[in-house]
């Protein structure tokens, strides 16, 4: 499994995938790369820390995910990062949480308080109907502000039936509006019941894709390896 890579395109930046304790929600119905966990926090650990020593801080920026949310990360681990990332000057920081976190974020962004932390939302649509009677991504709260209020940046996840290029464009629009940053991941085959439609991708390709390729503040992944990192 890749574990590190560079990013040379968009927001150029350092990445890795770490291993934490594993997603504690675990209910996303399109889901299985929470697999990617171990209980024990040595051994998760000393795999992070051969990780985080390939860290160049070419960049001055990192983002760190973890097959679930950063708060499942263990202590030395993020320990590690903060030393690494002053030692390598590193001063921009990108970390993945669940909406069930987001009142640890303050504490969170105290804690590395002398970095500029980007909080990345795995929110993957707007609609709420969808999002949380399809995808069950577990976030009771319709208004956009309010699901952005802690977080810089978002997940979506589009090639899915039932979607459109109407309702996609919605959520990139309104993704836009309400976050520095956004990231488009196309479905892709996986041991889950959902599966990728093709149409509906073939739609995004056609009529989406040309419109947003080139922004600066879009991320589009079209298989889910595209950054390098996970298997
Ligand atoms: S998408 Fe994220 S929150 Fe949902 S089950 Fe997977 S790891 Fe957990």
Do not use: W
Request: hydrophobic letters at 30%; glycine letters at 6%.
């Amino acid at each position: 499994m890749e574990r590190y890579n560079i990013i040379s395109e968009k927001n150029k930046r350092e990445i890795v995938l770490l291993r934490g304790s594993g997603c504690v929600y675990k209910k996303c119905t399109f889901c299985d790369y929470y697999t990617d966990s171990c209980k024990n926090p040595q051994e998760n650990y000393l795999l992070n820390q051969s990780v985080l020593e390939q860290v160049t801080g070419q960049y001055g920026n990192l983002e760190v995910i973890n097959s679930g949310s950063v708060f499942e990360l263990d202590e030395k681990t993020l320990d590690l990062i903060k030393s690494i990332c002053h030692e390598k000057k590193i001063s921009t920081i990108h970390f993945e949480s669940h909406y069930l976190y987001r009142k640890k974020i303050p504490d969170l962004r105290k804690y590395f308080s002398e970095f500029d932390l980007k909080m990345k939302l795995g929110l993957e649509t707007f609609d709420y109907d969808f999002r949380e009677s399809v995808l069950h991504k577990g976030i009771n709260e319709k208004n956009p502000s309010i699901i952005a209020e802690h977080f810089d940046e978002a997940n979506f996840l589009f090639g899915i039936t039932g979607q459109t290029v109407e309702s996609m464009k919605q959520d990139i629009e309104l993704g836009l509006e309400n976050f520095e940053r956004i990231c488009l991941n196309i479905m892709c085959d996986n041991t889950t019941g959902v599966s990728p439609d093709k149409a509906v991708i073939d739609s995004f390709i056609k009529q989406l894709y040309p419109i947003y390729k080139n922004n600066e503040r879009v991320d589009i992944l079209i298989n889910n390896t595209d950054f390098g990192v996970g298997d």
